[in-house]
């Protein structure tokens, strides 16, 4: 019945807009928009009060059906000064834009749902970036990595190491967890990916995967800096970022980029193509970008890389017996040599099996990926009000990382006959991800109407290479599946708006009416790997042939009891475990058929958004959005904002808001096991446990529940001459019950029935450990000078930020007679100093970034310079001696990219250059945390990457 009505409501809906469309009275306008006599492409036409628009082609035509001849036409392009033209009683309109070199004239999506608000006028704070210009001159390749080179309150720092982090980089804004920035294309929102990202520097979090968008697909980016959940709902507690896809037609577009960095890794390819049609022959169009790039993997040891033990004296000597008490030989080298010393030795064994040890290094750098792309935009008008619109994609990718080395005097965890030099496990990761929305615009008597659907999928196949598990002996794969995690998203909205102008006589100039309703249906899954990736085999056990068997005497004269008596086995069938072998695939263990998950979410949402102009000068906007979420209630957040124009060239804003984010499905359904290693390369399992499992009730860990926050902004613009413009905007804002990782809690410190629950390793949970307070201020000034047939740009971006715990939530645990953890461990394990340090402190609290883009004839020539602040490592390790704890502190460095550009005839340029061209590298790691010279540097400010050089040669026909 519910079908039934849906479909009824769908053909009432599309009854209504056509009729609309079919009773109004309309005409065709046609013109040519031109930059000094050149004609442009691509610039948005629209009519004033509506989302009734078209583009321009390759020759700067455009046609457009207007309602008549009171409509008002706006033409706005990245880069120019907006311009609005009365048709009256003409048909043939010719604009010629002026160029600004700026955005703050552009069109903005975000902050404001009035079709005709610029970013000048907004009452929120809004960055645009015109990808589509500045993507030529930029060092970087894809999007995330551009935008965290020119926004200031933007990052998305690339992971390294054999994390499953480091397939997805994350992106933030304003130091906040990725999953409190929403991400929306084309205005609609879109799906985050399906992997969890544990370690992040802000927190465990879900993030929007900007590397499924071809950066060749993007026109611009818009990102809002400010708190959204009540226009935007939950996720936009940090900002929104808006990427809105190329409309061109007729006009292909490629590029090829290539770059290495200084240590001469990293290599990267990449192959970009664009290309839009015309459909019919009233503004309808089609375009269209693949993308395939191809990574490799960088890795940063210094100093030679690890000098520690590789084989050790058992294996060199022959030392290690199995169950049966058979010697297990190790070093058949020296049996054949015996007089030759040297074999008794790393070095020496090395050097006689041809290997060095470059051959024990880990990949601690950035994972290998091959990443393909393919997007499409579209939009066709049914009828002079009404128009269909759809736009997608589909992304594929392969990546590649390494783990921890296990050296071959890691018995547990090596069998000789498999790896004899010890191995390299790598985490491999195939990851899916589709899109697609589509949707119809039109007119309900005086509103403008949005109805569309929005599907969203993302899929991670997990598995391993090169790997092992011990317990499986020489029978074990080396190549093991894991499972998969798939979460997918399908969000159905319908909104209506109008502007209303002088609805009240001359007292009000304008009132832009937004209201609409969304329903979003999620789904988060795991499936199990395969049985051999997450369970332990029976290989290096003895089975006793009789009741009280004395396995030392009988077996194994060396094998003793901890306070050296004989081993005794109790009965017959006794299953002794002598080599204790380590279960599970090594690194990461496959999921398992009890963490397997299928878990679903609907959320129904409606909003009303009122924007008044009370006057020339004044602007106010209020918002409410009620949600309700089948597993988490209902809940109302609103928004008011406020612009004041004290001159024509000055505007003062300011907003407050409240914000909710329920946990995601991924926080609230993960688990897995995967093995980490303290700082003297000790290897142990932390097991991810859910607040619904058995650990979790077993240690007194509570259900999650909602994050809730308080928004608070005010800003000026200041436009002191034309081409320069200054803007400024401080915030604050305080997130209660923020979901936190908890610290490793190993059975015996616990005790009681916890230690029988999650047996060896250790355990980790979520819980809204604590609240957050963020404040700071950002500040934007942009200066473009037209100099004869030369552009200068100037840009100086800047963001000064502190974020702080001001209150935490401690659980009252469980802890069992026999526990060993002091109230001060509890407290540091339960808000861990580490996690809590690197919300805190791992995040610089000075970002300067300072451009400079000189554009003679047919040059471009661009120098950036970025500064990041410091910032501290907080250690959960301390020494065993001083009690104290490894922290350090990370002095500030300043980086800096340079290109070059030149376009050797019209449609083809070469531009050239670099990032962090003079090489600069994070401060050295302590001593003690290098694990004998594998590590040098922690991922933090820039990374520890160093320079890399490239070239992109880019093609416009």
């Not at 009824?8 to 079919?22: N, R, T």
């Amino acid at each position: 019945m519910k079908h039934k009505l849906y479909k009824l409501s769908l053909i009432c809906l599309f009854a209504l807009l056509w009729h609309s469309a079919a009773v109004a009275q309309s005409k065709t306008v046609t013109g040519k928009v031109t930059d000094k006599a050149e004609p442009l492409v691509g610039v948005t036409v629209v009519v004033k009060g509506t989302t009734t628009g078209t583009v321009t082609n390759e020759k700067g035509a455009f046609s457009i059906k207007v309602p008549g001849d009171d409509a008002v036409l706006i033409f706005s392009s990245v880069g120019y000064t907006a311009q609005e033209v009365a048709v009256g009683s003409k048909s043939e309109i010719d604009v010629s834009l002026l160029s600004d070199g700026l955005e703050l004239s552009e069109i903005t999506v975000v902050g404001s749902r009035n079709a005709n608000r610029t970013q000048l006028e907004s009452v929120a704070p809004v960055d645009i970036i015109s990808v589509n210009q500045m993507a030529q001159s930029m060092p970087q390749p894809d999007l995330s990595q551009m935008l965290k080179q020119v926004a200031p309150s933007f990052n998305a720092l690339q992971q390294v190491g054999g994390d499953l982090d480091s397939h997805v980089t994350p992106v933030q804004l304003r130091n906040q967890p990725p999953n409190q920035t929403l991400l929306l294309l084309n205005g609609k929102r879109r799906h985050v990916s399906s992997l969890l990202q544990l370690y992040n520097r802000t927190g465990p979090s879900t993030s929007a995967d900007l590397m499924t968008i071809p950066t060749l697909a993007v026109e611009k980016v818009e990102i809002l800096r400010d708190g959204a959940a009540a226009q935007y709902g939950s996720d936009a507690i940090a900002g929104v970022m808006n990427i809105n896809l190329r409309k061109s037609v007729n006009e292909l577009s490629a590029s090829y980029y290539t770059s290495i960095y200084k240590e001469g890794d990293g290599v990267t390819h990449q192959l970009m193509a664009n290309y839009g049609l015309p459909l019919g022959k009233n503004g309808g169009f089609i375009n269209m970008t693949g993308e395939i790039t191809s990574r490799g993997s960088t890795t940063r040891t210094p100093d030679g890389g690890y000098d520690g033990v590789v084989y050790g004296d058992d294996y060199l000597n022959n030392r290690f017996k199995d169950a049966n008490g058979q010697s297990i030989i190790t070093n058949p080298e020296i049996i054949a040599n015996p007089t030759n010393s040297a074999l008794l030795t790393d070095d020496g064994l090395m050097e006689a099996r041809g290997l060095t040890r470059k051959n024990f290094q880990m990949i601690n750098g950035l994972s290998k990926m091959t990443n393909s792309s393919l997007f499409f935009n579209a939009g066709v008008p049914l009828s002079d009000k009404s128009r269909f619109y759809a736009f997608g994609g589909i992304n594929y990718r392969n990546t590649l990382s390494g783990c921890y080395y296990r050296f071959p005097r890691q018995t547990d965890r090596v069998i000789y006959e498999v790896y004899p030099n010890g191995f390299l496990p790598q985490l491999t990761s195939i990851i899916t991800d589709k899109s697609v929305t589509a949707g119809i615009q039109g007119k309900l008597g005086v509103f403008d109407v949005d109805f569309s659907n929005t599907f969203g999928s993302s899929k991670f196949r997990y598995g391993m290479v090169n790997t092992l598990n011990a317990s499986y002996g020489p029978e074990s794969p080396t190549t093991m599946r894991l499972g998969d995690n798939i979460f997918t998203q399908n969000t159905t909205s319908l909104a209506f708006s109008h502007y209303f102008n002088n609805p009240f006589g001359s007292e009000i100039k304008g009132i832009n009416l937004a209201f609409g309703a969304e329903m979003r249906i999620e789904n988060f899954q795991i499936t199990p790997g395969q049985v051999e990736s997450y369970t332990k085999g029976t290989y290096g056990t003895f089975t006793s042939p009789s009741d009280n068997y004395n396995y030392t005497q009988s077996i194994n004269a060396d094998a003793k009891n901890a306070d050296g008596s004989d081993i005794i086995l109790p009965y017959r069938g006794y299953v002794y475990d002598f080599n204790n072998y380590s279960p599970n695939c090594q690194c990461f263990r496959g999921f398992t058929p009890q963490q397997q998950a299928d878990a679903y979410r609907n959320v129904a949402a409606g909003y009303i958004d009122v924007e008044a102009d009370l006057s020339h000068k004044f602007t106010i906007s209020g918002a409410a959005r009620f949600e309700n979420y089948s597993d988490f209630g209902s809940v109302i957040t609103g928004k008011i904002a406020a612009r004041y124009s004290i001159l024509a060239n000055v505007h003062l804003r300011g907003s407050a808001s409240t914000g909710f984010r329920a946990p995601s499905l991924h926080e609230l359904y993960y688990a897995q096991t995967s093995t980490v290693f303290t700082p003297e390369g000790v290897p142990f399992d932390v097991g991810f446990f859910t607040n619904q499992s058995s650990a979790a009730k077993a240690l007194g860990i509570p259900q999650l529940k909602e994050e809730n926050s308080k928004n608070v902004s005010f800003g000026i613009a200041f436009e002191p001459m034309q081409g320069f413009e200054i803007t400024a905007d401080a915030y604050w804002f305080r997130v209660t019950d923020k979901i936190i990782l908890t610290g490793n809690f190993d059975g015996p410190s616990v005790g009681g029935n916890f230690k029988n629950v999650i047996g060896a390793g250790a355990a980790q949970f979520f819980t809204n450990g604590a609240d957050v307070e963020s404040k700071g201020l950002d500040l934007v000034a942009n200066y473009t000078r037209t100099l004869g047939n030369s552009k200068l740009i100037l840009s100086l971006a800047a963001n000064w930020n502190k974020v702080e715990f001001v209150a935490v939530h401690p659980a009252k645990l469980k802890l069992g007679p026999d526990a060993t953890l002091t109230p001060e461990q509890i407290s540091d394990l339960y808000l861990s100093r580490s996690v809590r340090g690197n919300y805190e402190e791992g995040n610089p609290r000075q970002k300067y970034i300072l451009s400079a883009t000189f554009m003679p004839k047919k040059w471009t020539f661009m120098a950036r310079t970025i500064y990041y602040g410091s910032v501290w490592s907080r250690s959960a390790y301390a020494d065993e001696t001083t009690g104290q704890y490894y922290d350090y502190k990370l002095d500030g460095r300043a980086t800096v990219d340079l290109s070059v550009g030149y376009t050797i005839f019209k449609g083809l340029n070469l531009s050239v250059g670099g990032e962090n061209i003079f090489d600069v590298y994070p401060t050295r790691i302590l001593p003690a945390l290098t694990d004998s010279n594998r590590f040098g540097y922690e991922n933090y400010q820039m990374g520890f990457q160093g320079a890399y050089y490239y070239a992109r040669l880019g093609f416009k026909f």
